[in-house]
């Protein structure tokens, strides 16, 4: 890249010169003070990048929360589940030991109920 400002170190339009050191290897950097507004906006881009990092630890604690109340909410649903299912095999077992007396005892009133018409008809001819 061609110096356009002389033989002396090498500049941007921002204000930032580079110069190569001593070693080859280094480089130093140094900023204007009439672009000292870079500054400032470094450090409003830091306390940007503290503000996302504290949110971004908000959003992970507030996912492990709902995670554990998904797992606890899973689990309830599962007892609730076994339960269910014990108490309809109670009830269909109870339903299969007692269903043939209530047909007994359906038909025993029906019985006594067509018996009870027939006095009824009996006695209210005379």
């Given at each position: 890249?061609?110096?356009?400002?002389?033989?002396?170190?090498?500049?941007?339009?921002?204000?930032?010169?580079?110069?190569?050191?001593?070693?080859?290897?280094e480089i130093q950097l140094r900023i204007d003070p009439m672009h000292s507004d870079l500054d400032d906006q470094i450090s409003g881009l830091y306390g940007k990048v503290r503000q996302l990092r504290t949110v971004?630890?908000?959003?992970?604690?507030?996912?492990?929360?709902?995670?554990?109340?998904?797992?606890?909410?899973?689990?309830?649903?599962?007892?609730?589940?076994?339960?269910?299912?014990?108490?309809?095999?109670?009830?269909?077992?109870?339903?299969?030991?007692?269903?043939?007396?209530?047909?007994?005892?359906?038909?025993?009133?029906?019985?006594?109920?067509?018996?009870?018409?027939?006095?009824?008809?009996?006695?209210?001819?005379?």
């Amino acid at each position: 890249m061609a110096n356009p400002y002389g033989s002396g170190p090498l500049r941007s339009r921002e204000g930032v010169s580079t110069r190569s050191g001593a070693n080859s290897d280094e480089i130093q950097l140094r900023i204007d003070p009439m672009h000292s507004d870079l500054d400032d906006q470094i450090s409003g881009l830091y306390g940007k990048v503290r503000q996302l990092r504290t949110v971004a630890q908000e959003i992970e604690t507030e996912a492990k929360y709902q995670n554990d109340f998904v797992s606890q909410l899973q689990m309830t649903l599962i007892k609730v589940q076994a339960g269910v299912k014990n108490n309809m095999r109670r009830l269909n077992r109870s339903i299969i030991q007692q269903g043939s007396n209530h047909v007994t005892h359906v038909v025993l009133f029906a019985l006594f109920c067509f018996f009870m018409v027939y006095l009824w008809s009996k006695f209210s001819r005379r």
